[in-house]
């Protein structure tokens, strides 16, 4: 992947206010990168260690987290609850919590 389309993905993800989430899809078509939402996820996969770009605020369409369940899934979901992001037998209502750029 190109570093342009890297950086406009790291943008937007930057940009996610903190009590919000946005979808994988969102970042995409917000970064210019149409139905880029599997580009997203890859993105913030590689991520170097200690990053501090709020990837725990990216989550799937049906607002889940896309995680497995595990070490990276209880991050993700203890990152949102400090921001009083609230998960319903593992969802975040999207129409609460979705940012709207």
Sequence with gaps: ?????????????????????????????LAGLGNGARMVGR???????????PWFRVI??????SLPAGSAYDRQRDCLAAEDVILVNGRVNLRLYQWQP
């Design 1 to 29: 992947m190109s570093d342009d389309r890297r950086q406009r993905i790291w943008q937007v993800v930057a940009s996610i206010p903190p009590g919000k989430v946005a979808t994988y899809g969102q970042v995409a078509k």
């Design 43 to 53: 993105t913030l996969g590689d991520l170097p260690e200690g990053s501090s770009l």
């Design 60 to 65: 799937n369409s049906q607002g889940r987290i």
